[in-house]
């Protein structure tokens, strides 16, 4: 009895939906968390009696033909990129990305990852760093003897330094962008790769070219909400539970059926 197999497929395949919900709601507080979907596909179906088929030599066919599903399987896991909610922290180096664009992160091994986390720090050097302690391209030092730090909408960093009476330009933080940034690799540390998917980053000056533009003293908050995680996983729980149910009644036809004198 294929119902077994196939209630079972539903089964496995809710479990991963409830684990993609549920990781959704433990990074709510996430800064710049952007949530994942599960979606499915149906299995491959077997055909015993194939629809259009011929059916005489006079050339009358079947018109739907009988055809029996193999279950589900999840097709993929995609991020939805859409804006979180922009938070005040009034922190000079806290920068929230408003529109497209990831802050591109230098790491040890140089490769280059990609973030919506804009929770900077200034390290031992004075540079612009994560809180991670990996710089943020192109590399940015604030002067020891600083003050008044100031990040515009374009990601122009500028200072006061020592007595001068007007600011210093210390450098441009600058985005990137991809045609298709769902398909970026998630890498932990709220950090993403670039994939052959996600296509090459498009660098360029926030505000300009469709790129996002950068808003200092705000943090971007994870894309979350609770009210359509908390449904989804009620209608994940009761697919579960009508498939768990299937194969309950499989069971009980085949106990039956092994009954028979």
Do not use: H
């Amino acid at each position: 009895m294929k119902a077994l197999q196939i209630a079972a497929s539903g089964m496995m395949a809710q479990e991963l939906n409830v684990e993609v919900i549920s990781n959704n709601v433990a990074n709510m507080r996430t800064t710049g968390f952007k949530r994942q979907r599960a979606d499915f596909q149906d299995l491959l179906y077997q055909n015993l009696r194939r629809p259009g088929a011929s059916t005489s030599d006079t050339g009358t066919i079947v018109p739907t033909g009988i055809q029996i599903g193999g279950g589900v399987k999840t097709a993929a896991t995609p991020r939805v990129m859409s804006q979180g909610n922009i938070l005040m922290t009034e922190k000079d180096l806290d920068v929230a990305i408003r529109g497209d664009g990831f802050f591109r992160v230098q790491l040890p091994d140089g490769r280059t990852a990609y973030t919506r986390d804009g929770s900077f720090e200034r390290d031992a050097l004075g540079q612009i760093v994560t809180v991670d302690g990996y710089i943020i391209e192109p590399g940015i030092t604030i002067p020891e003897d600083a003050r008044a730090v100031s990040i515009n909408s374009e990601g122009l960093v500028q200072a006061f330094v020592a007595t001068d009476a007007e600011p210093v330009d210390l450098g441009q933080i600058d985005l990137a962008r991809f045609v298709n940034p769902a398909g970026l690799e998630a890498m932990g540390d709220n950090l993403f790769l670039e994939t052959p998917s996600s296509g090459a980053e498009q660098v360029g000056v926030a505000g300009t070219e469709g790129f996002g533009m950068l808003q200092q003293g705000y943090l971007e908050q994870a894309n979350v909400n609770s009210v359509s995680e908390i449904s989804d996983l009620i209608a994940a729980q009761r697919a579960y539970e009508m498939n768990s149910r299937v194969i309950s009644a499989a069971d009980e036809m085949m106990q039956s059926t092994s009954s028979l004198r």
